[in-house]
């Protein structure tokens, strides 16, 4: 069974660009989470997608965004890119039938290195 | 707001030797996670704790849960260098979704 897909693997752009991200969850998972991973904040939760709907979003600002489609793939969006936004945007993918996660495992992509220049 | 503390955040064992992970947490919750990060790698899911009293072992790896002094350990048994990676806890609830510990660096030395 194949696990959580994302594309790009590694990304580089400069400020002021924006960035779509692409997240493909395991067959049969509804739930799609996003974080962001850097070395001084840790890991952070962005926002969770069930059934084509936004359930919960992080602390972030509106220059992230994200969407899911009918087939459950996520992407998100980053625009007005900053320096601070150089990190590794993780996916992840539950079976939770009503969302993330309760008693559900979330199982993670590789992740997508972004690098702001 | 809910505050998701681990410690330690770095730990170098003998390979043989045991040891516990704490992970403190600041608001009512009842479902914790354990996961471990390789360098270089993604999350990995090791347990799902999603009750008072929870014990869940997986090889050399014990996790609890004591959900009244919003405390999970995670115990080492016997460490072996394979061990080695970074682990996190992650706390859910209604008000803060899945909200990570700094993470535990863990070596383990022969």
């Known amino acids: 069974k194949a696990g959580v897909t994302q594309t790009p693997r590694y990304l580089i752009k400069t400020r002021g660009q924006q960035v779509t991200l692409s997240c493909s969850p395991i067959?049969?998972?509804?739930?799609v989470s996003w974080y962001q991973q850097t070395p001084g904040q840790g890991l952070q939760f962005l926002f969770e997608?069930?059934?084509?709907?936004?359930?919960n979003k992080g602390n972030f600002p509106g220059r992230f965004s994200g969407r899911q489609f009918s087939n459950s793939r996520s992407e998100m969006n980053v625009s007005t890119l900053e320096l601070g936004d150089s990190a590794l945007y993780l996916c992840?993918?539950?079976?939770?039938?009503?969302?993330?996660?309760?008693?559900?495992?979330?199982?993670f992509g590789d992740g997508t290195r972004l690098s702001i220049l | 707001e809910l505050k998701v503390e681990q410690n330690p955040l770095f730990l170098s064992m003998q390979e043989g030797k045991n040891y516990t992970i704490y992970c403190n947490y600041s608001?009512?919750?009842?479902?914790l996670y354990w996961y471990r990060q390789d360098p270089g790698k993604s999350l990995e899911s090791l347990f799902v704790?999603?009750?008072?009293?929870a014990v869940k072992q997986e090889g050399r790896l014990m996790a609890s849960l004591d959900t009244k002094a919003r405390l999970s350990t995670l115990h080492i048994t016997a460490a072996v260098h394979d061990l080695s990676a970074t682990y996190f806890c992650?706390?859910?609830?209604?008000?803060?979704?899945?909200?990570f510990g700094a993470g535990t660096r863990l070596t383990v030395k022969p």
């Open positions: 992840a993918s539950s079976l939770g039938t009503q969302g993330c996660c309760g008693n559900q495992p979330q199982h």
């Open positions: 067959s049969g998972h509804r739930s």
């Open positions: 997608y069930f059934s084509e709907t936004q359930r």
């Open positions: 608001t009512t919750s009842d479902r």
């Open positions: 704790l999603l009750s008072n009293g």
């Open positions: 992650a706390v859910d609830n209604e008000s803060a979704r899945m909200r």
